[in-house]
């Protein structure tokens, strides 16, 4: 007896994936009509990076994670990798093209260090960097789920007494440029790659493909996002800026901030959130983390976790000290780290430093705060 009951669900699956393809496209499209084409192209890049983070599942606070206890250096070798990538690129770029690309450039001082120690243990308790927690939520992760709004509420507090805390003390702004800082950046993330592999459990020290594809496709899309954007890959600052538009619209004065009621940011919350680089790349990550998850499973099936209250108590209060500890460390593992050194900023290597240490708090704060029984 023959079956027909079987080619409907492959029917079903294909229509389904079909229509989240289309669903993206027109997406994009929609943006470049209403925005401008360069800014189409922007949310292209963000869905890349949202299918390539949760596709090839790499991140960054896993990896650390695996590091600190289980010495297991792949996911931080890739990151590594991606950054040398990019730097190879984007330095060069930088020196060629001053007038029109930036990089991710900060000053080290006492708030960027604490912020960027305080960050690091926060994202350990929640299991997500900002790129992480984007990427979580948008593939139906509830920790992830509740942690972004927090998130960027932090974000946009942080901002907004961002001014006070550096007045607190900071170095002027130092870059690697030209070939000499490109072979210095490329020297540390070498010297960084080989302590890990010393470091390395027995068996760990091999690059599995799929990091290695992850790292090349990570920095594709963040030299996209310099070429296109004029600017590094970040995401600390979009999410501030869907908070700050919220207050405006509710009727909230932002004068007394001298961040917010600096010129460029000013401007920024009276235009459209298409016309924001960093808000594209968000939207896009967490657009790209949901099509990869609906193209698995068909919808977002993640169950609710058995967490104690002081669990759920805790992730918000770590969304909260990661949106503002960020703001104060000019960035996260992506603003910071990945396009802080990228793009030859010291701070970015301050920045790596001081949040691998905090890392190393947040984890041994989980089995406190009932958050243990996520790995």
């Known amino acids: 007896m023959t079956d027909t009951t079987r080619p409907a669900p492959v029917l079903g699956r294909v229509l389904r994936r079909g229509g989240l393809v289309l669903a ?13 084409g360069r800014f189409g192209v922007m949310l292209a890049i963000g869905l890349g990076l949202g299918i390539t983070l949760e596709g090839l599942r790499f991140g960054f606070a896993g990896p650390w994670r695996a590091m600190i206890l289980r010495r297991e250096p792949a996911g931080l070798l890739a990151q590594l990798l991606a950054i040398a990538l990019v730097a190879t690129v984007a330095i060069p770029l930088l020196q060629s093209h ?18 960027a120690f305080v960050f690091g243990a926060a994202m350990q308790v929640v299991l997500g960097c900002g790129s992480g927690t984007l990427v979580n939520a948008g593939s139906g992760n509830p920790v992830g789920l509740l942690a972004l709004p927090f998130f960027a509420i932090g974000s946009f507090f942080g901002a ?5 805390w550096t007045d607190l003390g900071a170095l002027p702004i130092i870059v690697l440029k030209g070939p000499q800082g490109l072979a210095i950046t490329l020297g540390l993330l070498g010297a960084v790659a080989a302590f890990l592999l010393w470091r390395a459990a027995p068996g760990t020290r091999k690059l599995p493909p799929r990091l290695i594809a992850a790292a090349l496709l990570l920095a594709v899309f963040a030299i996209a996002n310099l070429l296109v954007a004029g600017q590094p890959w970040g995401v600390v600052y979009g999410l501030g800026l869907w908070v700050a538009k919220g207050a405006v619209a509710a009727g909230a ?15 920024r919350l009276g235009e459209s959130i298409l016309t924001d680089y960093t808000s594209l790349t968000n939207f896009g990550l967490i657009a790209g983390a949901f099509l990869v998850a609906a193209w698995r499973t068909g919808g977002l099936s993640t169950p609710l976790p058995r967490l104690p209250m002081r669990a759920w108590v805790a992730t918000v209060v770590a969304g909260l000290l990661l949106g503002y500890s960020s703001r104060l460390a000019f960035g996260c593992n992506v603003g910071a780290f990945f396009s802080g050194i990228s793009t030859g900023s010291l701070h970015g290597w301050v920045w790596f430093v001081a949040a691998f240490a905090g890392s190393w708090l ?7 705060l009932g958050l243990e029984a996520r790995t």
């Open 98 to 115: 001053s007038g029109e690309l930036v990089g991710a450039l900060a000053p080290v001082g006492w708030a960027m260090v604490g912020g």
């Open 253 to 267: 004065d932002l004068g007394g901030s001298g961040f917010w009621s600096a010129p460029g940011n000013a401007a």
């Open 362 to 368: 947040g984890i041994r704060l989980r089995p406190h």
């Open 160 to 164: 907004y007494h961002l001014l006070w």
């Open 24 to 36: 993206a496209l027109v997406a994009v499209m929609a943006v470049a009509v209403l925005a401008g």
